[in-house]
């Protein structure tokens, strides 16, 4: 199905380049992306701010959700304090970014890999263990959209059962290094139930963070990605080298978390955005 609405707020390459979602990747065209989340595939071009969604019938709200259409991201630009001048240009670069409702699963082993990669090298790496333990999606959608020509491998993601089954040898073999071993445990925890990702999804911010935290290979800075981009907690504010650069020099006494608190994540990705794009 065709679905065409006008979104404010939206820019897919800002949002693609923020660090938070590595599924999403330009078609051939200009303004043409594709995306694949719990299997399900999505084609969309973006004309200004006019967003044309081609997807399987009866899977368009999940995308709507996805991409969290219905938050008003302008109110949030509006209330950054106007006396911060940094955080003001910050929103301004960036002010198509939006948060997305990715798949708290799939996010674990993605920044489980993001650790001390650079994005193209973290898209490679996904990319791999979906060609090699998701399942192949075969849709209509594939054929029109040329997906064998552009945007992700046209496989799911791996599920928990699905990776648990993959040896330390085999994850090694992809070049994931130490991050091979942090992958297997991880799996082998969610399959077998010992954490379930469907009690963290109705946790609120700080005790699903500190639940991410006894998986294997997840630290602070990625339990709070994953609050972020998966779970939508907005009060995550994950710091990374170049968000602690800012803070270094532009919030020595601190990010002024009461201010923002309901939106810290969103200003926390005009931060990097523009600090690693400005």
């Known amino acids: 199905m065709k679905y065409t609405c006008t979104i ?47 997807c399987e019938e009866g899977s368009l709200e999940y995308w709507l959700s996805y991409f969290d259409v219905s938050t008003d991201y302008q109110a949030m630009i509006d209330s950054i304090d106007p006396d911060d001048t940094y955080l003001l240009s910050a929103a ?47 849709r209509t959608l594939l054929a029109s959209s040329k997906l064998s020509e552009a ?5 799911a993601f791996p599920t928990p059962e ?8 085999d994850l090694l073999a992809l070049k994931l290094g130490y991050r091979a071993k942090y992958i297997a445990v ?5 399959a077998s139930g010992q954490i379930s990702l469907e009690k963290i999804y109705d946790m609120r911010y700080p005790q699903a963070k500190k639940e991410l935290m006894k998986l294997c290979g997840v630290g602070e800075k990625v339990a709070e990605c994953i609050c972020l981009f998966a779970l939508h907690h907005m009060d995550a504010f994950p710091i990374d080298t170049h ?5 270094d020099v532009h919030y020595k006494r601190g990010f002024p978390n009461r201010r923002y608190r309901g939106m ?10 523009y600090d690693l794009y400005s």
């Open 8 to 54: 404010p707020c939206f820019d897919l390459e800002q949002t693609a380049l923020s660090g938070q979602c590595f599924r999403l990747m330009p078609g051939k065209e200009p303004g043409l992306w594709f995306v694949i989340s719990q299997g399900k595939l999505l084609s969309i071009r973006q004309n200004d701010s006019q967003f044309t969604f081609e």
């Open 92 to 138: 301004k670069a960036g002010a198509g970014i939006r948060i997305l409702r990715q798949d708290p699963w799939e996010m674990i082993i993605t920044f489980v890999i993001s650790q001390q990669k650079t994005i193209p090298a973290i898209r490679s790496l996904v990319e791999a263990l979906c060609r090699n333990y998701g399942t192949h999606i075969e």
């Open 151 to 155: 945007g992700p491998s046209p496989f």
């Open 162 to 169: 699905q990776l648990s089954r993959a040896s330390l040898d």
């Open 186 to 190: 991880t799996a082998r925890t969610i």
């Open 243 to 247: 968000i602690r650069q800012v803070m």
């Open 264 to 273: 810290r994540g969103i200003m926390q990705q005009y931060i990097f955005y």
